[in-house]
């Protein structure tokens, strides 16, 4: 009677993955394994995925190491055949004598939410992180994942596209399964663990639990040597551009911004410009259509104060103004501030042109003082004087709207029977849909679009 064979073990075909790190060894020599039985845990920057035996027997050697890396093909085990559950068909199970065998034939790859049934492990099956759903590390109320932890952590494929799914970092999870490693159910204990946290004190919450309102740390982008590309030189962001751009990107990512589009017809307002600009300009004061914008912005605010309010910190109240500081964005050689013009509200066209003027030099001249800076109810930024159709303006919280203007253009325009030539602006209000509903933003800019069309009442006395 001859000894039971030696079967071979190898890498499936892995696409093109290539020196996959193995981040765990699940089986030792001695150990029973049936076909299936998970041997090794790999796992590559795009893709984790269980080796399952492809042999029953009794486990006669282990050919490679935790930390160690494989190719397709690679040797894994040497199987003694014979126990439970040996395979007749099993494709990779081959005696160890055999010729260096061709790469096994590739299993059919599934989507990672059918290969991994709640609880049980699927082994084998690539699981691309692009179907992994939710980012790793947004979510506000768990740890950020620490990625060389996670990749370390002993768990299969099927808990952890579980964990990345909860954004659950493996590294902190104890796990109570065979030789201490992660379950399913280890994942969701953590889970509640962590969010029960909060309401049962500090000492309960996990060691690096985010303080109530913390932000998510936001996926990493990747580090690029632009250098191996072509010739590069490295220019510092001006020191406006080092605070605001923290803020811009806090306001983007915080605030839910929608824009809403419209167009204005200024055709009598810049007739009723041209012919106070002179005078004016021997006043001192220049007259742009901005000072204009402006004034009808204060009277749609005021039709709409919504528009003026502001979110308290807990996002549970309004807190609606009843003043109108209104800021500018003003582009200046060191990047973009927002002067604001204080009591707009109680200054007529005129008045508010003087201030565009004073503030717009103190800005560019680096003058501008932080009061004049701070209190802006609602923000205008005004790109027409240098181009452009429509842009989407980011919110200047804790303001909840900004009004983006850009340039005016000549257009035929469809009236009572046949095109006459207008002038129509552009306007391009982005809002905080927390609070303020689309139908609410297009009454506004309705409301704005028709003042701006009838100048008139732009120029009466503010009392
Ligand atoms: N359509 C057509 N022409 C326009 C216009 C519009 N919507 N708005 C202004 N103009 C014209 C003006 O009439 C003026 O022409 P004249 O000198 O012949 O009268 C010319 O453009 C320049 O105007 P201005 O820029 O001097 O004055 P303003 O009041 O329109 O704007 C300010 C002042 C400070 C808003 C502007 O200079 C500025 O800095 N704009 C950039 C704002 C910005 O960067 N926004 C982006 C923020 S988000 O990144």
């Not at 399964?177 to 379950?183: C, L, V």
């Not at 609606?320 to 200046?332: E, L, N, P, Q, S």
């Amino acid at each position: 009677m001859s000894a039971a064979p030696l079967l071979e073990v190898r890498v499936p075909d892995m696409g093109n993955f290539k020196d996959v790190a193995i981040i765990d060894v699940l089986v030792k020599p001695g150990e029973s394994v049936e076909v299936d039985t998970p041997l090794v845990t790999l796992e590559s920057e795009k893709a984790t995925m269980d080796v399952p035996s492809t042999a029953g027997g009794v486990v006669e050697k282990i050919h490679v190491a935790k930390g160690g890396t494989v190719s397709t093909g690679d040797l894994i085990a040497t199987v003694r055949s014979g126990a439970a559950g040996a395979a007749p068909d099993a494709p990779a199970a081959r005696p160890a004598a055999a010729p260096p065998p061709p790469a096994p034939p590739p299993r059919p790859t599934l989507p990672a939410a059918a290969a991994a049934p709640e609880g049980g492990e699927r082994p084998g099956k690539l699981v691309p992180f692009s179907q992994l759903g939710t980012p790793t590390s947004y979510r506000p109320d768990l740890p950020a994942i620490d990625e060389p932890g996670f990749s370390r952590a002993h768990a299969g494929p099927s808990v952890r596209q579980f964990a990345r799914e909860l954004g659950v970092d493996l590294a902190r999870v104890k796990g109570t399964g065979f030789k201490g490693r992660i379950t399913h159910d280890d994942v969701k204990a953590f889970v509640k663990r962590a969010l029960a946290a909060p309401a049962a004190g500090p000492a309960a919450a996990p060691a690096a639990a985010p303080a109530a309102g913390a932000r998510p740390a936001l996926p990493a982008l990747p580090v690029v040597d632009y250098s191996q590309f072509g010739p590069v030189e490295t220019q510092p962001l001006t020191r406006i551009q080092k605070i605001s751009g923290p803020r811009l990107q806090a306001a983007w990512v915080s605030i839910p911004h929608v824009t809403q589009f419209d167009e204005a017809d200024i055709t009598e307002l810049e007739e009723l410009r041209a012919s106070l600009k002179d005078k004016a300009q021997a006043a001192g004061v220049k007259l742009t259509p901005l000072a204009f914008i402006m004034r009808a912005v204060v009277k749609t605010l005021l039709e709409f104060p919504r528009f003026n309010s502001a979110l308290d910190a807990e996002g549970a109240n309004l807190i609606v103004r009843k003043f109108i500081h209104m800021g500018f964005a003003a582009d200046t050689p060191g990047g973009l501030v927002v002067p604001v013009v204080k009591d707009a509200h109680r200054k007529d066209v005129y008045e508010l042109a003087r201030q565009l003027g004073q503030l717009s030099e103190k800005a560019r001249s680096g003058k501008l003082p932080p009061l004049d800076m701070q209190g802006g109810c609602f923000t205008i930024s005004s790109l027409g004087g240098i181009g452009g159709t429509a842009f989407t303006p980011i919110i200047n919280p804790p303001e909840v709207a900004i009004l983006g203007v850009s340039r005016s253009t000549l257009r035929p325009v469809y009236r009572g029977s046949s095109f006459v030539p207008r002038l129509m602006l552009p306007l391009s209000l982005s809002y905080d849909h927390r609070v303020i509903d689309g139908a609410m933003a297009a009454r506004f800019t309705t409301y704005l679009a028709q003042t701006l069309a009838e100048p008139r009442s732009l120029l009466e006395a503010v009392l």
